[in-house]
């Protein structure tokens, strides 16, 4: 009851309304010291021995840190030096309401045992509430509800440690807040001076945040940028339709552009174009903006030159011809885009960047440019004392602000990657860039874990249906270690037969809700880069417990069906049952035993029993109109559904691995139906839209170059005109064709049955499809195992699970992790292949024109399954005479034309200029342009196998 | 802008309660002389007012009496000035007769209406300020009031509401959590035999939650009847003071 305790009504005025609420104060709020001997708090999270070495206080002290520098200092907080520290509940409330990202930083950090951070919720504390007072603003009023709960904590430490030399440092850059907290009588310092006095860390004067006091000793006075609309006005304008609110997206090519894609619905304009830093105004890469429109005569074209910020770091030889390189392209009045500027941002989405510094020219200055590795990120200003020892290091930056006298943002360093170049550094920058969650799992997540040595049980074995008997084998890649399906294939009396899918039941360790989850859910997918594996469950899960290894018993969960030899479903059923695999196998192992008449065993009677009913569906599967596409990266086994290179090793497939494929497909395909009929509303579903006619476009256009028809209609018939097209003397044009169909297809996502209607997946002609067989490395796999679970009465629902709107922002968050992982993948290929070609040296091959842009032409090496782009507009040579024509598409260089499909000769090597931006670079031999084709390299290397060293 | 934060961290609520603690309650009896029985009741910020009148002659047609026990007429009815947002409120809107339902239901449960066959009580609750929970703050005031009126009942009617946020159920919501999201549920108990006079619950919920919803609830109820015991005795003493010479 809360008799004992007064309470105030606290009045907040906004618009028309009046809102009381009732605030109350309460006594039994404790300091959470560890001396404290009056507080009854029974896990005291500040530490008695608080100490940090400083020469400005050498006595123990807990920091209180106020708003702005909690929002400002992150990094420095963060900090493992940084320790006992309280967090004002005053203060957590301003920087929840002004940094989502910082909130959920600090948020971290006090969960962090070893942080002692301490939440001191001294808006309820009896005595160190205050009202504010007549005329006070809110932050006035916050920074001496600060000072308050400060000098509370001093006085109260004094009282309770015996005059002991525990005391309070307040930390706040606000001069006129600091003078005030001194006449209070407080030890106040400011942030600066006080990192500054630490002992023995210098590293962490760079993390410091530059404030606004400072940014004016570091610009020039010029006024370079428009200012910013404040919010208000900002607000007023959308509602008013003068601006328009947007994501903005900055151009990777060229620094001078971006775009402001409108994601409101019901306008006219989803796309605005802006051109010059005056129109972009300071905005970064995945801003919300307001932009202004400006009117029609003033619209431009998207310039398609390539552009990089690559001027010389020199602080204030600002640029005046910048905007002048933009201006030479002459303006086609029939691709005028709507264009605008920047006039406010509504909300910064900075995040800290990887890169590289550049050093400054003067030798001992310490402000240096950063050049972040995504190019769309602008060049960012940081002060730091280390340059020399970061020069070569990869390193994480992260934006404190944009004034708009500065040409850069300013920003400060946050921590150091490694030597750039360096396999382990560029596998980190890589995993950073794409959002791939990938720390060692928390100990609260490991503590989830079953506890080894585990075993079946009894009570397992009471709700499962017992298939150790059955003679069940896997077939993986060679290596593989997390097996996460097995199969088997048996006569059964009647003379059909029996076929079971065993997919690894992760579900049952993983249970809902708990920090193994969230973990697990967070990252959605197991991330494969070249030799590494980023898991999405800890190892014990995925390498031991939950992968299907033989002769070992496992928890499965099956999904059986009768068949009869035509491969027709009779009967499905669905258990968690409990198997012992008689046998791993790889591919060509498998493939092997059945392709060897003399073996007779049961595991190969079983596979041949598979192998030819998996033919018959897959003829059928074909039948309806399934796509059979390719990918040049023929290094990778590709995964028909997903179109994303599944494994590393495979270089040839086997008729083994679309055995396996193919009851994989039948498994997904049956269980989604199971779990649509239980779950209209809140089944986990993959579709594969169809593509809109336009996207085949390039495809159609290709074909007819060879004189050949591509229907687009249907699945149905792209899959049979791409079957039939074929040109004699060219084996690799079919192979080349499903390469260019596969760039025109959509990405499959993953939605909840009740927020959609459309549920077709295109690629596999199925009306319904999900993903069932490979729970240890997909999250979604976790889900629909649930679901199914619940459907055969097998486990218990959970209010997450039946919440269609929970599971829909599930989904957007896995599809996001999918994506990332894939291009994640695709950068770890990239640079492993340029490694590959850097110790090769100049090598010249054979390959055909993927396609013609207007400069340029994009090669595919069919070879080592890779792509470069030859250009034919270099920096320091004249131009050739170039004509491009989009009707072929043909480009014609001097007196050759390129068309789509040419086979080409070109020498390939690593351009290691830009060390940040390494990349393949190809020349071209054969055709001979003079001027423009490079000649054959002397010493013509061997041609080896390609073998990447990953 | 971020949301309102329903529970720290800290297991602190918006308004400083823990979880499982009650809004401040005040209240008071016998607050008009000419109904037969009257009380005021602050749960928090919500105020309400009850009389009751009766039991006697059934009013109107006859056909509404019964020949075995007491009707109950309720009505229930908001002040102009409640809410925020000031809205006239005509007599016997949807939502009104509604609660006046729930009302009728939940205290035809608790008055031992077969004292009185073919006669009639009326009760008439005002909420004059809405701050979250207004079910509740009516039958606890007219749980006075019928007390205050001398009629009989099994036990005190006591309500609260529940609610959940993030696996937490919450006691006692005020209109900042109410309109938070999140499911909440109103109950009304008879706190000695533990028999539940009423239970509404609008949102849908999960299963899983809805024992420990139920339980939150009833805890509260539990404690609220002690308050409203307290109140009813501290009338007495008064009263008896007065009367003693
Ligand atoms: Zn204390």
Redesign the pocket.
């Given at each position: 009851m809360l008799k004992s305790k007064t309470f105030v009504k606290k009045t907040r005025a906004g618009g028309v309304l009046k809102i009381v609420r009732e605030h109350y104060l309460r006594d039994d709020i404790?300091?959470?010291?560890e001396v404290?001997k009056?507080?009854k708090?029974e896990a005291p999270v500040l530490q008695e021995d608080a100490c940090i070495e400083s020469n400005l206080c050498s006595y123990p002290h807990y920091l209180i840190p106020d708003t702005n520098v909690l929002l400002h200092q992150i990094d420095i907080l963060e900090h493992t030096l940084i320790r006992n520290v309280i967090i004002l509940q005053t203060v957590l409330q301003e920087v929840r309401h002004r940094s989502a990202p910082v909130y959920k930083r600090i948020k971290d950090a006090i969960h962090e045992k070893e942080k002692h951070f301490y939440t001191f919720t001294n808006e309820h504390h009896r005595e160190t509430f205050i009202e504010r007072e007549p005329g006070e603003s809110a932050n006035d009023r916050n920074d001496r509800a600060i000072r308050v709960a400060a000098k509370w904590y001093a006085d109260?430490?004094t009282k309770?440690t015996n005059g002991g030399s525990l005391k309070v440092v307040l930390l706040t850059d606000d001069r006129a807040n600091k003078e005030k907290a001194e006449q209070y009588g407080l030890t106040v310092y400011r942030c600066e001076e006080y990192i500054k006095s630490l002992i023995g860390n210098p590293e962490l004067v760079d993390r410091l945040a530059l404030k606004p006091d400072d940014q004016n000793e570091i610009i020039g006075s010029k006024l370079l940028f428009p200012e910013h609309l404040p919010l208000s006005r900002i607000q007023s304008g959308i509602k008013n339709g003068g601006l328009l609110q947007g994501t903005f997206h900055a151009n990777r090519d060229n620094y001078l552009e971006g775009t402001v894609f409108i994601n409101r619905e019901g306008e006219d304009i989803n796309e605005v174009l802006l051109q010059g830093l005056q129109n972009l105004n300071r905005a970064v890469h995945q801003d919300v903006v307001a932009v202004e429109l400006f009117p029609k005569e003033r619209w431009v074209a998207p310039s398609s030159v390539v552009l990089q910020d690559d001027s010389p770091n020199d602080e204030d030889a600002e640029e005046d011809e910048t905007e002048n390189k933009l201006k030479g392209v002459p303006p086609d009045s029939s691709v005028l885009k709507p264009t605008g500027r920047v006039v406010g941002v509504i909300k910064r989405n900075w995040r800290p960047y990887c890169g590289m510094l550049s050093q400054s020219m003067i030798k001992e200055a310490t402000r240096h440019l950063f050049t972040p590795a995504d190019r769309r990120i602008p060049r960012i200003r940081i002060e730091t004392r280390q340059a020399a020892n970061l020069a070569g290091q990869r390193i994480m930056v992260a934006i404190d602000g944009w004034p708009k006298n500065s040409r850069y943002p300013n920003g400060h360093f946050v921590k150091n990657l490694g030597t750039a170049g360096d396999k382990e550094t560029e596998t980190e920058v890589l995993l950073l860039e794409h959002d791939v969650p990938h720390l060692p799992f928390s100990p609260a997540v490991l503590s989830f874990l079953p506890k080894m040595p585990w075993s079946i049980t009894e009570e397992d074995m009471k709700v499962r249906a017992d298939l150790r008997h059955l003679c069940v084998c896997s077939v993986d890649p060679p290596g593989c270690t997390d097996i996460d399906d097995a199969l088997h294939c048996r006569e059964l009396e009647n003379g059909n037969l029996e076929v079971g899918v065993h997919i690894a039941d992760v579900s049952h360790f993983i249970r809902p809700g708990n920090a193994l989850d969230q973990e697990a859910a967070s990252r959605g997918t197991t991330v494969y880069l070249c030799g590494k594996r980023i898991d999405m469950v800890p190892e014990l899960l995925s390498s031991n417990l939950c992968s299907l290894r033989s002769n070992v018993e496992r928890l499965a969960f099956s999904c059986i069906w009768e068949m009869n030899h035509n491969a027709e479903i009779i009967k499905t059923r669905f258990t968690k049952s409990v198997i012992n695999s008689k046998a791993s196998l790889t591919y060509a192992e498998a493939q092997m035993k059945i392709d060897d008449t003399t073996m007779n065993d049961d595991i190969t009677k079983s596979l041949r029993g598979l192998n030819r009913l998996a033919k018959i569906l897959k003829g059928r599967r074909t039948e309806k109109g399934a796509l059979t596409l390719s990918s040049p990266e023929v290094r990778f086994h590709i995964d028909s559904e997903t179109h994303d290179p599944i494994d590393l090793q495979t270089k040839e497939l086997k008729e083994t691995n679309s055995m396996v494929e193919e009851f994989m497909l039948l498994a997904n395909i049956s269980v989604a139906q199971k779990i649509y009929d239980e779950f209209s509303e809140c089944a986990l579903l993959r579709k594969h839209p169809s593509p809109p006619p336009s996207n085949y476009d390039i495809l159609i256009k290709a074909a007819k170059s060879k004189d050949l028809d591509i229907h687009t209609d249907s699945a149905k018939a792209l899959a049979d005109s791409l079957n039939n097209a074929t040109v004699r003397n060219f084996p690799y044009f079919n192979t080349l064709l499903r390469i260019l169909a596969t760039r025109c297809m959509m990405q499959a996502v993953y939605f909840c049955s009740g927020m959609d209607s459309d549920f077709h997946h295109y690629g596999l002609a199925s009306p319904i499809y999900t993903h069932f067989t490979s729970p240890i490395r997909r999250y979604a796999d976790i889900i629909v195992h649930r679901l199914l679970a619940v459907a055969i009465n097998a486990d218990s629902t959970y209010p997450e699970l039946m919440d269609k709107h929970k599971q829909s922002s599930l989904c957007n968050n896995l599809n996001y992790r999918h994506k990332m992982a894939q291009y994640a993948q695709r950068a770890s290929v990239a640079f492993h292949t340029q490694l590959f070609f850097k110790n090769k040296g100049i090598i010249n091959e054979e390959g055909f024109i993927l396609f013609v842009r207007k400069n340029a032409i994009i090669i595919l090496i069919p070879k080592f399954g890779m792509e470069g782009t030859v250009f034919f507009e270099n920096k320091d040579k004249p131009s050739p005479r170039l004509k491009f024509d989009s009707e072929g598409p043909t480009l014609e260089v001097e007196e050759h034309t390129f068309h789509m499909f040419d086979k080409v000769k070109v020498t390939i090597s690593v351009d290691a200029s830009n060390i940040q931006h390494q990349r393949i670079r190809m020349a071209l031999i054969e055709p001979v342009i003079p001027g423009v084709s490079v000649p054959v390299p002397e010493s013509e290397p061997v041609a080896k196998k390609a073998k990447l060293d990953c | 802008m971020a949301g309102l934060e329903l529970l720290s961290d800290q297991g602190y609520r918006l308004d400083g309660r823990k979880a499982t603690e009650l809004r401040k309650v005040q209240a008071r009896t016998s607050v008009f002389a000419q109904a037969d029985g009257s009380a005021y009741l602050e749960q928090g910020n919500t105020k309400a007012l009850a009389v009751v009148y009766g039991p006697h002659e059934t009013r109107g047609s006859r056909s509404k009496s019964l020949h075995d026990r007491a009707v109950i007429n309720c009505q229930f009815s908001m002040a102009t000035f409640s809410t925020a947002e000031r809205k006239r409120r005509p007599h016997g809107d949807r939502k009104s007769s509604e609660m006046s339902l729930h009302l009728k239901q939940t205290f035809e449960a608790a008055v031992l209406t077969e004292l009185y066959p073919r006669s009639q009580i009326d009760i008439y609750v005002k909420i004059l300020q809405a701050d979250g929970g207004n079910y509740s703050a009516c039958v606890n005031a007219a749980t006075l009031a019928l007390v205050d009126a001398g009629i009989p009942m099994r036990d005190y009617v006591c309500a609260c509401t529940a609610g959940f946020v993030e696996d937490t159920p919450l006691a006692d919501l005020c209109h900042a959590e109410e309109s938070g999201g999140g499911t909440s549920l109103a109950l009304a108990l008879l706190p000695r035999s533990g028999n539940i006079a009423l239970l509404q619950m609008d949102a849908r919920l999960h299963q899983d939650h809805l024992d420990a919803l139920i339980e939150a609830a009833m805890t509260a109820c539990k404690g609220l009847s002690k308050v409203l015991d307290d109140v009813v005795r501290q009338h007495l003493e008064e009263v008896s003071v007065l009367t003693r010479d």
């Amino acid at each position: 009851m809360l008799k004992s305790k007064t309470f105030v009504k606290k009045t907040r005025a906004g618009g028309v309304l009046k809102i009381v609420r009732e605030h109350y104060l309460r006594d039994d709020i404790w300091c959470g010291s560890e001396v404290c001997k009056e507080c009854k708090d029974e896990a005291p999270v500040l530490q008695e021995d608080a100490c940090i070495e400083s020469n400005l206080c050498s006595y123990p002290h807990y920091l209180i840190p106020d708003t702005n520098v909690l929002l400002h200092q992150i990094d420095i907080l963060e900090h493992t030096l940084i320790r006992n520290v309280i967090i004002l509940q005053t203060v957590l409330q301003e920087v929840r309401h002004r940094s989502a990202p910082v909130y959920k930083r600090i948020k971290d950090a006090i969960h962090e045992k070893e942080k002692h951070f301490y939440t001191f919720t001294n808006e309820h504390h009896r005595e160190t509430f205050i009202e504010r007072e007549p005329g006070e603003s809110a932050n006035d009023r916050n920074d001496r509800a600060i000072r308050v709960a400060a000098k509370w904590y001093a006085d109260h430490l004094t009282k309770n440690t015996n005059g002991g030399s525990l005391k309070v440092v307040l930390l706040t850059d606000d001069r006129a807040n600091k003078e005030k907290a001194e006449q209070y009588g407080l030890t106040v310092y400011r942030c600066e001076e006080y990192i500054k006095s630490l002992i023995g860390n210098p590293e962490l004067v760079d993390r410091l945040a530059l404030k606004p006091d400072d940014q004016n000793e570091i610009i020039g006075s010029k006024l370079l940028f428009p200012e910013h609309l404040p919010l208000s006005r900002i607000q007023s304008g959308i509602k008013n339709g003068g601006l328009l609110q947007g994501t903005f997206h900055a151009n990777r090519d060229n620094y001078l552009e971006g775009t402001v894609f409108i994601n409101r619905e019901g306008e006219d304009i989803n796309e605005v174009l802006l051109q010059g830093l005056q129109n972009l105004n300071r905005a970064v890469h995945q801003d919300v903006v307001a932009v202004e429109l400006f009117p029609k005569e003033r619209w431009v074209a998207p310039s398609s030159v390539v552009l990089q910020d690559d001027s010389p770091n020199d602080e204030d030889a600002e640029e005046d011809e910048t905007e002048n390189k933009l201006k030479g392209v002459p303006p086609d009045s029939s691709v005028l885009k709507p264009t605008g500027r920047v006039v406010g941002v509504i909300k910064r989405n900075w995040r800290p960047y990887c890169g590289m510094l550049s050093q400054s020219m003067i030798k001992e200055a310490t402000r240096h440019l950063f050049t972040p590795a995504d190019r769309r990120i602008p060049r960012i200003r940081i002060e730091t004392r280390q340059a020399a020892n970061l020069a070569g290091q990869r390193i994480m930056v992260a934006i404190d602000g944009w004034p708009k006298n500065s040409r850069y943002p300013n920003g400060h360093f946050v921590k150091n990657l490694g030597t750039a170049g360096d396999k382990e550094t560029e596998t980190e920058v890589l995993l950073l860039e794409h959002d791939v969650p990938h720390l060692p799992f928390s100990p609260a997540v490991l503590s989830f874990l079953p506890k080894m040595p585990w075993s079946i049980t009894e009570e397992d074995m009471k709700v499962r249906a017992d298939l150790r008997h059955l003679c069940v084998c896997s077939v993986d890649p060679p290596g593989c270690t997390d097996i996460d399906d097995a199969l088997h294939c048996r006569e059964l009396e009647n003379g059909n037969l029996e076929v079971g899918v065993h997919i690894a039941d992760v579900s049952h360790f993983i249970r809902p809700g708990n920090a193994l989850d969230q973990e697990a859910a967070s990252r959605g997918t197991t991330v494969y880069l070249c030799g590494k594996r980023i898991d999405m469950v800890p190892e014990l899960l995925s390498s031991n417990l939950c992968s299907l290894r033989s002769n070992v018993e496992r928890l499965a969960f099956s999904c059986i069906w009768e068949m009869n030899h035509n491969a027709e479903i009779i009967k499905t059923r669905f258990t968690k049952s409990v198997i012992n695999s008689k046998a791993s196998l790889t591919y060509a192992e498998a493939q092997m035993k059945i392709d060897d008449t003399t073996m007779n065993d049961d595991i190969t009677k079983s596979l041949r029993g598979l192998n030819r009913l998996a033919k018959i569906l897959k003829g059928r599967r074909t039948e309806k109109g399934a796509l059979t596409l390719s990918s040049p990266e023929v290094r990778f086994h590709i995964d028909s559904e997903t179109h994303d290179p599944i494994d590393l090793q495979t270089k040839e497939l086997k008729e083994t691995n679309s055995m396996v494929e193919e009851f994989m497909l039948l498994a997904n395909i049956s269980v989604a139906q199971k779990i649509y009929d239980e779950f209209s509303e809140c089944a986990l579903l993959r579709k594969h839209p169809s593509p809109p006619p336009s996207n085949y476009d390039i495809l159609i256009k290709a074909a007819k170059s060879k004189d050949l028809d591509i229907h687009t209609d249907s699945a149905k018939a792209l899959a049979d005109s791409l079957n039939n097209a074929t040109v004699r003397n060219f084996p690799y044009f079919n192979t080349l064709l499903r390469i260019l169909a596969t760039r025109c297809m959509m990405q499959a996502v993953y939605f909840c049955s009740g927020m959609d209607s459309d549920f077709h997946h295109y690629g596999l002609a199925s009306p319904i499809y999900t993903h069932f067989t490979s729970p240890i490395r997909r999250y979604a796999d976790i889900i629909v195992h649930r679901l199914l679970a619940v459907a055969i009465n097998a486990d218990s629902t959970y209010p997450e699970l039946m919440d269609k709107h929970k599971q829909s922002s599930l989904c957007n968050n896995l599809n996001y992790r999918h994506k990332m992982a894939q291009y994640a993948q695709r950068a770890s290929v990239a640079f492993h292949t340029q490694l590959f070609f850097k110790n090769k040296g100049i090598i010249n091959e054979e390959g055909f024109i993927l396609f013609v842009r207007k400069n340029a032409i994009i090669i595919l090496i069919p070879k080592f399954g890779m792509e470069g782009t030859v250009f034919f507009e270099n920096k320091d040579k004249p131009s050739p005479r170039l004509k491009f024509d989009s009707e072929g598409p043909t480009l014609e260089v001097e007196e050759h034309t390129f068309h789509m499909f040419d086979k080409v000769k070109v020498t390939i090597s690593v351009d290691a200029s830009n060390i940040q931006h390494q990349r393949i670079r190809m020349a071209l031999i054969e055709p001979v342009i003079p001027g423009v084709s490079v000649p054959v390299p002397e010493s013509e290397p061997v041609a080896k196998k390609a073998k990447l060293d990953c | 802008m971020a949301g309102l934060e329903l529970l720290s961290d800290q297991g602190y609520r918006l308004d400083g309660r823990k979880a499982t603690e009650l809004r401040k309650v005040q209240a008071r009896t016998s607050v008009f002389a000419q109904a037969d029985g009257s009380a005021y009741l602050e749960q928090g910020n919500t105020k309400a007012l009850a009389v009751v009148y009766g039991p006697h002659e059934t009013r109107g047609s006859r056909s509404k009496s019964l020949h075995d026990r007491a009707v109950i007429n309720c009505q229930f009815s908001m002040a102009t000035f409640s809410t925020a947002e000031r809205k006239r409120r005509p007599h016997g809107d949807r939502k009104s007769s509604e609660m006046s339902l729930h009302l009728k239901q939940t205290f035809e449960a608790a008055v031992l209406t077969e004292l009185y066959p073919r006669s009639q009580i009326d009760i008439y609750v005002k909420i004059l300020q809405a701050d979250g929970g207004n079910y509740s703050a009516c039958v606890n005031a007219a749980t006075l009031a019928l007390v205050d009126a001398g009629i009989p009942m099994r036990d005190y009617v006591c309500a609260c509401t529940a609610g959940f946020v993030e696996d937490t159920p919450l006691a006692d919501l005020c209109h900042a959590e109410e309109s938070g999201g999140g499911t909440s549920l109103a109950l009304a108990l008879l706190p000695r035999s533990g028999n539940i006079a009423l239970l509404q619950m609008d949102a849908r919920l999960h299963q899983d939650h809805l024992d420990a919803l139920i339980e939150a609830a009833m805890t509260a109820c539990k404690g609220l009847s002690k308050v409203l015991d307290d109140v009813v005795r501290q009338h007495l003493e008064e009263v008896s003071v007065l009367t003693r010479d």
